[in-house]
Structures are given as C-alpha cells and as structure tokens.
C-alpha cells in the first residue's frame, strides 16, 4: 500500500517536473519571437503600429522592451537559459553539471553586458543601450572601481579564465602555435649561413676543374647532412679497403655486383603537421624537436608535454599506424639517452639499399677487424659496418621473406670480399639443401682437420662443400670441438691469449674457421638435437679466443629452437620480422621486431646493449651470387663442381658429394706411383728448397687450385716430405735440401 502511494506520488511529481519544465521553455520561445521581432525605442509610449508588428503581439512587445531596456543583447541569452533549464526539467536530467554551466553562462552574460557598456554599443532598433541599465550600471562601477585601463585587463583576464574553466583548450598548445612561425624563422635565418658557405665552397676549384668530384658534389646539395661527411670521408679515402687479395681482385668481384637502383634523392614528405594534428586527437600534447629520414623510414623525434605520460603514446601505435594511412607505425618510448619519443614511419619512397654500395662506404673502410661485415644502413641514412670476431658469435631471425636468407649471403659476400682462403675457412650446415648449396666448391670451403691414423703419425683430411644430413651435423661438430681444443693447445704452447695475438707473433697463421648453420629449427628438432646443443654451446663459449665463430639463423624463433643456452650465449642477435609480440620477446627480450616492414628492415642488438639498433639490410641477388662464386672458383683456379680444373678425374670422384667426411686412410707409408699426382715431384722439389710445407706456395708456385694443392700436402705427408697437421701452422719438412740432392 505504502509503495503504490509512493510511486503515485514520485508519478505525480515527474509530470509536474514535465508541464514546469514545458512552461519554461515555451516563455523561453515566446520571449525569443518577441525579441527577434522587436523594433520600439525607449519611449515609456507603446505604439499602436509597433504592437502591430510584434510577432507576440502586445504582451510580446511589453515584455521584450523590458528585457531589452533592462539587460540590451543579453536578452537573447536569457532566452538561451529559459530553454536549457526548461529541457532539464522536462528530461528529468541531474541539476548539478547543468547548474554550473548555467552559472558559467550568466558569468558569460554579465562580462558581456560590461563590455557593451564601455565600448556604449547601442540596440540595433534605437537608442537604448546594447547592454542595457544593468550592462551601464557594471561598465560604470568597473571604470570607477579600475580606471579606464584597468577596467579593460580585469575583463579580459576574466573572460580568459572563464574560458579555460568552461572549456577544455590548452593555453599551452596555442602559445605554440603563435610562436611557432617566429621559431621558424630564427632557425632559417641561423641556417642560411651555411647553406650559403655550402654553394660558395667549389667556387675556388675553377682553376682546376675535376669532373669526378663535380659529379660527387653536385648531388650533396640536396641531400642530409649524414650522407653528405659520408661522402666527404669517401673521397678523402682510397677507393677499396685493400687487403692482401689485392686490388684486382677486390674490384673485379664489386664489378659483379649491382649499383645503387636509386640514385636520385626522392625528398620525403614532411609529416611533422600531420602528426602532431593526430597525436592532439588522441589527447597527446607537445612539439616534434628533430627529424631522420633514411631509405625506409623517417623517424620523428616528439617531446611530449608536461604531464603526458610515455605510456599514453607507446600504446598508440596501431592508432598512429591507422591515422596516417601508413604501413606500420614502431614507437621508441623513450629514445636512449634523450628525453623524446622516437617515432617511425614508413617512407612513400622506399629505396633498395645494395651491398656494393656499403662495401664502398667510409664505414666499411675504415673498420679495421678481419671479419667485417656489412650489415645495412642506420635511422639516418648512415653505412653500418660491424666486426665478427668481436661479437663473437651471432643469431638471425626472422618469418619467410623477412630477409634472413639474403642477410645471409651479404655477411658472407662481404667476409669473401675481404679474406684469402688461409685467413678464413667456412663449414656451412644447411638441412634444407637450398640456401647455402650455392657456395659449393669456393675453396674457403675446404676446411683441414686431423685424424688418428693406424700407424703412430695423425693425417689431416678436409671437409669440404655443404652439410646436409643432421648426423653427419653432429660429427662436424665433435670435429669442431676438436679442432678447438687443439688450437687452445697451440695458443697455450706459444704463449699467447688469442688468435690476434698469435698470428701478430708468429710467422705461421692461424685461420678464422666461421661455422654458418641454416636452418637451427630443422636440428633442434631431430633426434640429434641434444647434442647439437650442447656442442653449440661449447663452442660459443670457449671458441672466441681460438677464431672459432658461429653463425646461426632460423625462421621458426620459439623457446624450443632458441632455448636458454643457447640464447645466453649468442649476445649479438639480428631480428627480421616476426609474427607476434611474443617471438619478438623471444629473441631481443624486447617488443619491435612485429612492427617491423619486411624485406631486409631489421633490428640488430650488439652485445652488451640493452636496447636494440634498427637498420635496413643491404640487398644482394641470387643471381649477383652466383656471379661471385664463379668469380672465386675461377679466381682459386677451381670448376663449378668445387674441383681443382687441372687435377685427374681419378683424385675428384670422391668430391663430387655434397659432404665427403669419410675418407678411406691409407696405410703409412702409402703413396709411391699409384695414384701419385704427376706435379709430386715437383711439389716435393719446392717444398725441401723454401723449406716451407703449405698449401699457398704450391699454389702460387705451381699454380694450381686449393684442392689439388691439399692433396699434394697430403702425398707429401705420406710420403715422408712433410710432417703432420698442427692446427694452422706450416708443416714441418722433414728432408733438408742436402739430403733431397
């Protein structure tokens, strides 16, 4: 019973509220025709005719004189509040938002009907006062109270405040804007000094004119600052990093390769507006301090305003990416080292960055390690240049067509550019039997290890080509570990803490030996996996010092291929693209490597660094490959099926498998005439006159391939001439030349 009489009385009051608030807004109504219709003056005498034309009629006239003698413009604003109070009530809306906007409003109203009353605007039908007796009354007090100019800062501070209360616009950003232009113009009038230093520089060359640095100079003009001391630096440096190959052949083999595709400088479009416009849609306040384009993306350097937390912008990639209509959008929250936000966005125009280009960078040159490698360009257009043998070890990733297998090819391009066979042997692993068969044959594949023969003295063989099979993996490995041990062995013997050293000290060189596997998945997941494991293990964390080094990649970056220990011992990683959050973690312990564009777009993270350096990798062809194989094999006087042109088909029936481990030893002692290549006796007459036992001479001597120039050492052994393999040191002859007369 209580409950019925409760709901008829909250009914009976809901339509009072509705015929209240209905009556407001219909007086609201009313007032506004009578206002909009109003054309009396200030005369206490009503016209017959003005009543006439009122659109209220009498009433409608009497009351707009009112309000308008009583309050002029202001009028209209009170019919503005009749019809928003009424509508409240009428929708039965809460009163206590809606009654500080009233009182913000009629705040509004009174500021209004001052200033009409200083500047003494009249009513636009006569001679009453814009702002009416209330708006002439609080202009007077103003002026009385606050002076003629005082009056004038109180109101406008007031109106000021009154906006930054009742609305939500930052004072702040529109500062910016208005200094903005003046900022503009102060840093191009610093800037033109230079620009103008920059175009008078070649004027004192016209004496001599020299058309190879016209041509170089005339294109620096329009482009960054960082290509423009790369170039400088090129010219001031010889034109190859020459090393003991010499320069023929090092020119011949950049001859194969392909130039730069985009030599004209397409200038990127500046976002900068764009994206601060969209980052203000998204509440993000603050100022763009520096832009880098490279060839793929152009990072923007954004200071984000006070009070703007990183977290707000590092969520909003996808949002970003969305907005600017772009590709993928990767937020660097914050930048390393400086207090902004990096962020990258994909170039309109993206430009090929080719391996010939970075082989003739200042960078490259003036790297001084023996294994350098090539790795890409920077944010800033920069060449990137690194040292294996300082990582020491490292691991590449990445999803199908990401890139990986071409990043591959362009290490091991660049490391063939720059080392002889003696100073550099590869053992290249390659379960799928595609990616890395196309180096079959070079002769740096040709790699020399020690075994125990029957009798009382080891005989050194060779593995040579490509390894496909996973148990063969798992002997080149044991092999591996072996040869590890035994060069710790010499290093321990000559006194010496590493490789450089040894080699700096001794006559007799010690080679690099690079083990490249791919792909790791397909033998982390064999029946083999636990031992190829641990032995990867072992090598990458004692092969360091000896110049053992490995280099793994995979496309498939789960926990069950890049386990822990082998994680913690690769410090030095290279993440192409990737499908998820979650595989990017798995290899750089860090997000990015799911943003990133594909097609060579990479993030490197040396060891020792924390965060990881975005790059662009250098783009080199199958068919550019293939030409530089050739080229080596031709080079080292070696066919296309990785045999030595000149040696009998009898000596190469057991090379033509892709890997050749197990090779039948011969009693002690054996050699004599069967089988005997013909140059023995000549290869036996060299070797006792220089007193010097190795591969190089008998192939500069003789000039003959690696591979037939092996197996002559190895006639040589058995038959007496030389001693046995000692890790990478010469062999011992063991006849002196009185005795060979």
Excluded at 273 to 292: A, M, P, S, V
């Amino acid at each position: 019973m209580k409950a019925d009489s409760k709901t008829k009385k909250e009914a009976k009051i809901s339509r009072s509220r509705e015929i209240f608030g209905l009556s407001v807004m219909i007086l609201g109504l009313f007032l506004l025709v009578g206002l909009v219709s109003f054309s009396g003056s200030d005369s206490h005498q009503w016209q017959q005719e003005w009543a006439r034309a009122n659109w209220g009629g009498p009433l409608g006239d009497m009351l707009s004189y009112g309000v308008v003698h009583l309050l002029g413009y202001a009028g209209f604003m009170l019919t503005v509040l009749l019809l928003i109070w009424g509508w409240i009530w009428l929708r039965h809306k809460v009163l206590g938002r809606s009654m500080i906007n009233s009182l913000l409003l009629l705040i509004f109203t009174l500021l209004c009907l001052a200033t009409l009353g200083l500047l003494q605007v009249p009513y636009y039908t006569g001679s009453l006062a814009g702002g009416g007796l209330f708006g002439t009354f609080l202009s007077d007090l103003a002026r009385n109270i606050f002076g003629p100019v005082g009056c004038w800062l109180i109101i406008s501070g007031l109106f000021l405040i009154l906006l930054l209360v009742g609305t939500e616009v930052n004072f702040q950003h529109w500062l910016n804007i208005a200094v903005k232009p003046v900022k503009d113009g102060l840093k191009k009038a610093k800037d033109a000094p230079k620009g103008l230093t920059f175009k008078k520089k070649p004027a004192p060359k016209v004496e001599e004119p020299d058309d190879s640095e016209t041509e170089d100079e005339e294109p620096a003009k329009t482009i960054k600052q960082a290509h423009s001391k790369e170039q400088s630096k090129f010219k001031a440096e010889p034109k190859l990093r020459l090393t003991k190959l010499g320069k023929d052949y090092q020119s011949r083999l950049l001859a194969l390769l392909e130039d730069d595709r985009d030599r004209a400088e397409i200038e990127e479009e500046d976002k900068t507006e764009i994206l601060l416009e969209k980052l203000k849609e998204f509440g993000i306040e603050g100022e763009i301090t520096d832009r880098y384009t490279g060839p793929v993306v152009t990072r923007y350097e954004f200071k984000p305003a006070p009070g703007v937390k990183v977290n707000q912008i590092s969520n909003l990639s996808d949002d970003l990416a969305l907005a600017m209509q772009a590709h993928r959008i990767r937020i660097l929250a914050p930048i390393p080292g400086k207090g902004v936000v990096g962020i990258e966005i994909p170039n309109t125009h993206r430009k090929i960055v080719m391996l010939k280009d970075l082989l003739l960078s200042g960078n490259f040159k003036t790297q001084d390690g023996p294994l350098t490698m090539a790795l890409g360009k920077t944010i800033t257009g920069e060449s990137f240049s690194t040292d294996l043998s300082e990582m020491p070890h490292i691991l590449i990733t990445g999803s199908t067509g990401s890139g990986k297998s071409v990043c591959l090819n362009t290490i091991i391009t660049s490391l063939l550019y720059l080392c002889t066979p003696e100073d550099l042997h590869f053992i290249m692993i390659d379960p799928k039997r595609i990616e890395l068969s196309i180096y079959r044959g070079i002769p740096h594949l040709q790699f020399q290890y020690k075994v125990e023969n029957t009798g009382d003295k080891p005989i050194s063989r060779t593995i040579e080509g490509v390894v496909t099979d996973s148990q063969e993996v798992v002997q080149v490995f044991r092999l591996a570990v072996s040869e590890m041990d035994a060069r710790y062995r010499v290093l321990a013997k000559e006194g010496c803490r590493n490789i450089s050293d040894y080699n700096r000290k001794s006559d007799k060189k010690m080679s690099y030996l690079i083990i490249v596997i791919d792909e790791l998945a397909d033998l982390m997941l064999s029946r083999e996996a636990s031992e190829i494991e641990s032995r990867i293990a072992k090598l990458a964390q004692m092969s360091r010092a000896v110049g053992i080094h490995l280099i793994l990649a995979t496309q498939r970056p789960s926990v069950d291929v890049i386990t822990g220990v082998i994680k913690a011992n690769f410090p030095a990683r290279i993440a192409f693209q990737v499908a998820s959050k979650t595989d990017s973690r798995t290899v750089l312990d860090a997000n990015g490597a799911e943003t990133l564009l594909g097609r060579g777009d990479m993030l490197y993270m040396p060891p020792g660094k924390a965060e990881p350096q975005r790059l662009h990798g250098p783009f080199i062809s199958t068919a550019e490959t293939e030409k530089v194989v050739s080229f080596i094999k031709e080079w080292y006087g070696v066919n296309n099926e990785g045999q030595d042109q000149s040696a009998p088909e009898s000596q190469a029936e057991n090379n033509n498998a892709e890997y050749s481990m197990e090779v039948a030893l011969p009693p002690e002692g054996a050699g004599g005439e069967d089988g005997q290549d013909e140059l023995f006796e000549e290869a036996k007459a060299l070797v006792v006159r220089h007193q010097q036992g190795s591969v190089s001479l008998l192939q500069r001597r003789l000039k003959v391939g690696y591979s037939r120039a092996a197996r002559l050492i190895d006639q040589l052994e058995a038959a007496g001439v030389v001693g046995p393999f000692d890790g990478s040191k010469a062999r011992e002859v063991l006849i002196k030349t009185q005795e060979a007369d």
